[in-house]
């Protein structure tokens, strides 16, 4: 399967514990971008990163959140110390070459529920 | 403002007829949009993209763009009752050009 994976495909923790999340792009895709999504309502711009950079991360709440995308293997979102409010589905997508004019390719996300 | 409006719906056409969905967005200088649908539970995936001003086609979809009215709409002719669920408006270019911004999107349901 050659699309962008997302694992695990539901999570579910109690407030105060960790959620990480893992993503793995498109073969050939470098950018790697991360959406919430609440229900009925739209995507979320997160994060975007490229290999070993964070290149934007204006959507990002400035605490607990964090994003990597290592040299070698899959990008993650952390969340520590996680609350109610945290619970969403987390969208990853990723392009071949960024910039406004790369239609962006979404995994299947992950459903986080925090109890 | 919110950065791309559309209406929530839920939208409802008769299968057969033409379901028109529109979007507006407020950075007069993005360059890009897009068409994402999503079925319930399940992720976006792209239906079209244009970047130019006019009406771009693909099968029974048609997108249109107007830069200056701020304006896209997505036509979908014939619909289907498969064609159900939720069609995100996509924007990106502008002040933000390293990510894309969406719409909350809108609701379409099609009845047999």
């Known amino acids: 399967n050659a699309g962008v994976m997302q694992n695990p495909r539901h999570l579910v923790r109690r407030r105060g514990q960790e959620a990480r999340l893992r993503c793995s792009p498109m073969k050939g895709h470098s950018h790697v971008y991360w959406y919430r999504q609440l229900p009925e309502e739209g995507l979320k711009f997160m994060v975007y990163l490229q290999k070993e950079n964070i290149i934007d991360e204006s959507g990002m709440p400035k605490e607990r959140f964090s994003a990597e995308f290592p040299k070698e293997g899959p990008s993650i979102l952390r969340i520590q110390q996680v609350v109610r409010g945290d619970s969403a589905a987390y969208f990853c997508?990723?392009?071949?070459?960024?910039?406004?004019?790369?239609?962006?390719?979404f995994g299947n996300g992950t459903r986080l529920t925090v109890t | 403002q919110k950065e791309v409006e559309q209406n929530s719906g839920p939208l409802s056409v008769p299968e057969g007829a033409i379901a028109s969905l529109n979007c507006t967005y407020s950075d007069r200088g993005s360059q890009s949009f897009f068409w994402y649908r999503q079925y319930s539970g399940k992720s976006p995936e792209l239906i079209m993209f244009i970047y130019s001003n006019g009406d771009k086609e693909d099968g029974r979809f048609t997108a249109q763009l107007n830069k200056a009215s701020q304006y896209v709409s997505l036509l979908i002719r014939d619909s289907q009752p498969s064609d159900s669920a939720t069609y995100l408006c996509?924007?990106?270019?502008?002040?933000?050009?390293?990510?894309?911004?969406f719409g909350a999107g809108t609701r379409l349901t099609v009845k047999p």
């Open positions: 997508a990723s392009s071949q070459t960024g910039g406004a004019n790369s239609p962006l390719h």
């Open positions: 996509a924007v990106s270019g502008g002040r933000n050009n390293n990510d894309m911004r």
